[in-house]
């Protein structure tokens, strides 16, 4: 028998499926189509674990697809634009090109070594021009379709990074790439309209079975719809004189039903009017200072709920419009600029923002809402005017209750979607005071970055014409390579990109220098794998529906929102441009937990933590590691890295080796057969070896099926105990057996091999070919049948307790009735039960007998 040596073997391999084409995919082939994809890499440089734990467990769902008939499409690319290559090339005075195709070649190299099952004739490298021309002409469609606008707004900026950044980018306050604190500047940059989709974005998410329910969780929260009403209150002359056509100031609330409650109205620091209204009042400047000094703090932080709410009164009044009651204007720190209409009505007994206000002003909280057992609810019941306007509380009351104290709404259900609420709107809404209407905390996406290394926007800016799109015929809009980014230049002042001639009226124009965020570029790229080389479209439609949407998809959680809304965005645009034939883009969903270090801390190169793939793969083999990364835990759960795994992950493949050599009469010093074992019970050992054959494949089937590698390779594992067991006391017939290729030896060892296959695709094959003798590749052979009904235990080991101690075990009939098993039970411990008298016999069906004596 030779010896296992990985590093021999898989160099080979690896060569040899690459001239051999293994997995390229052929579009003509029949067979039923699975898309396998892992989300594409940022190319950083070396790899490490996250991508070894991400594209194994791509790699095995691939290959196993494959082996159970499937045409499967697994290809690789890189998210190649960014802004790491920019700053590596300021630092080291190169071009960001040279560091991307550098650290992409020092991927590719590694995922290679890994032996992952890629078409890599499909790479798409989303900086790469013939790539990025389709992303460019994808804004030009949704610009036709009136997704495209440019404005003024406030946006979040990042110091560090020199660029604005879209809110999905903003985590906590914080920019998304490099944890700077972001500010807020008024900028006119572009966005796609991605709120015009924002309800079936919501709505789609129901179809979405094959998807982790927390990543649904945060896409609606993000999204965040809200039902309610806008509702006008009037504004009261600084005079007090009181005037029909006054000018309104409107809020957004969700619970319209608490108008009576309302004791106060607050606008956000932000309020564009604020000159306006504070004009002529005492404190006009204090309240101006204030709100200057409050709009420093973000947004963010001030949303957040238990933070100490800060107000000033501006001296101004407001009437509401259900009891014509005049309430004061404040301006309050809790109040944010861009949800519904920036202003609020203060209804403190039912919102705890509001009540932590009053609480802290001295305002009054007039009870509307109360539960039926409330102490002030029989006094109140049927109370249309008002009583009551302080209470005792230590906070809002937040849930349903009985609309109390609120005119004619009074005994009315209160609550969001409540019977009261839809009165008040209605009444409203018939006085024109109000008006149902939803909101989304969903903002548009903002896409322009002021810098160089990404897809430049196709746009020209013509003194004469305005702002023109860049005609189909001269895409791309190549990024000029004559750029030294070290001395400071940018696309805005290199003088040979920005001038141009409008496409218009040909005059003299400038280009626009803002390149597209990098998150356009991974929303289609899945896409374009489809049909990755194709010169006349983006990708043809009949491709891309025949292979998406994407069977499986798996990638990292940081993604739950960005990138995985961002694609459906597309998805449902494209489809919208009759270019796609399905809603969503990714039919079932892994998001893969992080793999830690021992200590559970994250591996970074600042701790010096970081356990490298190459020198695992150098010492043991790609095997082992991909092993020992799918051994480590479940693929959704973060994984604490142990050095020993990889190792003893070696010694598992080095007996799987001995054991089909061994099988199939190969190991030549019958590794494992023991002479000197008792082998009277061997043919019993071969009949379990089969029932676990059949058992074993039933489980890692089904394993596989729901991605649960973990332990679809400790059942592996199990097969190999049966079979080494058998090998250990074969009697002579099975030996021959195994010699001449007997049916059960032959059978054991090919399922094994079959098995292991998409863990350990090098040494599964080598063992295909070279000990099993057979043409081709495992990896083109299909799946191990199995029987259930010979899967199935036909005897079962109980152990026999006395007094809870175990004292024997017995080995019976699976099905054995109740009295044969206490009779096995009691001969079994016939000596320990001498001279004692038994009380009670327990019989817990295939586990155990306890007898209680005395
Ligand atoms: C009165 C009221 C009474 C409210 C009550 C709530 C409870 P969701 O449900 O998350 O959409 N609101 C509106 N615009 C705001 C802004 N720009 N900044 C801060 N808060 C704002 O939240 C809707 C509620 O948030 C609205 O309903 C409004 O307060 C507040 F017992 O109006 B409510
Ligand atoms: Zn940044």
Redesign the pocket.
């Known amino acids: 028998m030779k010896e296992y040596n990985p590093h021999e073997i898989e160099p080979r391999l690896q060569l040899k499926w690459e001239e051999d084409g293994l997995y390229t995919v052929d579009e003509a082939s029949d067979k039923p189509r699975k898309y396998v994809l892992e989300m594409f890499p940022y190319p950083s440089g070396d790899i490490h674990m996250g991508h070894v734990s991400n594209y194994t467990y791509g790699d095995v769902v691939a290959r196993y697809s494959r082996m159970n008939g499937f045409n499967v499409l697994h290809p690789m690319g890189w998210d190649a634009f960014g802004l790491p290559a920019e700053n590596a090339a300021i630092k080291h005075h190169s071009h960001p090109a040279k560091w991307t195709y550098d650290n992409i070649d020092t991927q590719r190299a590694s995922f290679k070594r890994m032996g992952f099952s890629y078409d890599w004739d499909r790479t798409v490298v989303a900086c790469n021009p013939d790539y990025y021309r389709w992303g460019q002409w994808i804004f030009l469609k949704f610009w036709e379709m009136g997704l495209v606008e440019r404005r003024n707004s406030p946006v979040n900026w990042c110091e560090s990074c020199g660029t604005v950044l879209a809110n999905e980018q903003v985590i906590d306050g914080r920019c998304w790439r490099c944890d700077t604190e972001v500010q807020k500047r008024d900028l006119t940059q572009w966005y796609y309209k991605i709120t015009d989709y924002a309800e079936e974005l919501l709505q789609d998410l129901d179809q979405l079975a094959g998807w982790p329910e927390n990543v649904k969780q945060q896409q609606a929260n993000w999204i965040?719809k809200?039902e309610?009403a806008n509702v006008d209150f009037a504004l009261v002359p600084l005079d007090g004189t009181a005037d029909a056509s006054a000018e309104t100031i409107t809020?957004?609330?969700?619970?319209?039903d608490?108008?009576f409650?309302?004791s106060f109205f607050v606008v956000?620091p932000e309020y564009d009017k604020l000159d306006e209204l504070v004009a002529g009042t005492e404190n006009a400047a204090e309240v101006l200072k204030f709100a200057e000094d409050a709009r420093k703090v973000s947004a963010v932080e001030r949303?957040q709920g238990d933070r100490e709410k800060h107000g000033i009164f501006t001296g101004r009044y407001v009437v509401n419009p259900v009891n014509g009651e005049q309430v004061p204007v404040w301006v309050a720190d809790?109040?944010?600029?861009?949800?519904?209409?920036?202003?609020?009505?203060?209804?403190p007994?039912?919102?705890q923002?509001?009540f932590d206000f009053a609480r802290k002003y001295d305002l009054p909280i007039i009870p509307i809402?109360l539960p039926e057992d409330d102490p002030m609810f029989e006094s109140l019941k049927a109370e249309q005017g008002r009583k009551v306007t302080s209470v005792d509380w230590s906070e809002?009351y937040?849930a349903e209750g009985i609309l109390v104290q609120s005119g004619q709404f009074t005994g009315m259900k209160g609550g969001?979607h409540s019977e009261g609420e839809a009165a008040i709107v209605k009444m409203l809404e018939e006085a024109g005071k109000g008006k149902r209407t939803t909101?989304y905390?969903l903002r548009d996406w903002l896409i322009s970055r002021q810098r160089y290394w990404g897809n430049p926007i196709p746009a020209i800016h013509c003194p004469d014409c305005g702002v023109v799109p860049v005609p189909e015929e001269d895409l791309p809009v190549l990024l000029p390579e004559d750029i030294d980014l070290a001395a400071g230049e940018t696309l805005a002042n290199h003088a040979g990109f920005v001038n141009t001639t409008c496409p218009k009226c040909g005059g003299p124009a400038k280009r626009e220098t803002d390149t597209m965020d990098t998150f356009t570029c991974s929303s289609w790229y899945y896409i374009r794998y489809t049909d990755p080389h194709d010169v006349h479209a983006p990708f043809t439609p009949e491709r891309a529906n025949a292979w998406m949407p994407v069977d499986q998809y798996i990638g990292g959680i940081e993604h739950a929102i960005l990138h995985l809304l961002y694609s459906r965005f597309f998805t449902k645009v494209l489809r919208d441009a009759g270019m796609l034939s399905f809603d969503e883009p990714f039919a079932n969903l892994l998001c893969q937990g992080m793999v830690l270090d021992s200590h559970g801390d994250v591996m970074s190169k600042s701790k010096g933590n970081v356990v490298s793939p190459e020198e695992m793969i150098q010492s043991y083999g790609a095997d082992a590691v991909r092993a020992a990364m799918l051994f480590m835990g479940p693929p959704d759960k973060e994984k604490l890295w142990n050095d020993d795994v990889v190792p003893s992950m070696l010694k598992f493949l080095n007996r799987v080796w001995r054991i089909v050599h061994d099988l199939v009469g190969k190991a030549g010093d019958d590794t494992y057969y023991d002479p000197s074992v008792d082998d009277s019970n061997a043919h019993k050992l071969a009949m379990q070896m089969k029932r676990e054959r059949h058992r074993v494949v039933g489980k890692v089937s089904e394993d596989f099926n729901r991605n649960s590698f973990n332990t679809a390779l400790a059942a592996i594992m199990e097969l190999a105990n049966a079979t080494a067991t058998f090998l250990r006391v074969r009697p002579a017939e099975h030996r021959m057996n195994c010699k001449t290729g007997g049916p059960l030896c032959q059978d054991v060892a090919e399922t094994l091999v079959k098995l292991i296959a998409p863990i350990a695709p090098h040494m599964a094959d080598e063992l295909w070919a070279d000990a099993l003798g057979n043409q081709g590749s495992v990896h083109d052979a299909s799946w191990p049948e199995f029987d259930a009904s010979l899967a199935a235990a036909d005897e079962v080991e109980l152990a026999v307790q006395i007094n809870g101690k175990v004292k024997a075990k017995i080995t019976v009939a699976a099905e054995a009735p109740e009295e044969d098993i206490i009779r096995a039970a009691r001969e079994a411990v016939s000596r320990s039960l001498e001279g004692k008298q038994v009380v009670k016999e327990i019989v817990v069906p295939k586990r155990l007998v306890n007898m209680v004596v005395k």
């Open positions: 965040g809200s309610g809020v957004f609330t969700t619970r319209a608490t108008l409650g309302c956000g949303a809790y109040v944010v600029a861009d949800y519904g209409t920036g202003a609020v009505m203060a209804v007994c039912g919102d923002r509001d809402i809002a937040g969001k909101e905390r």
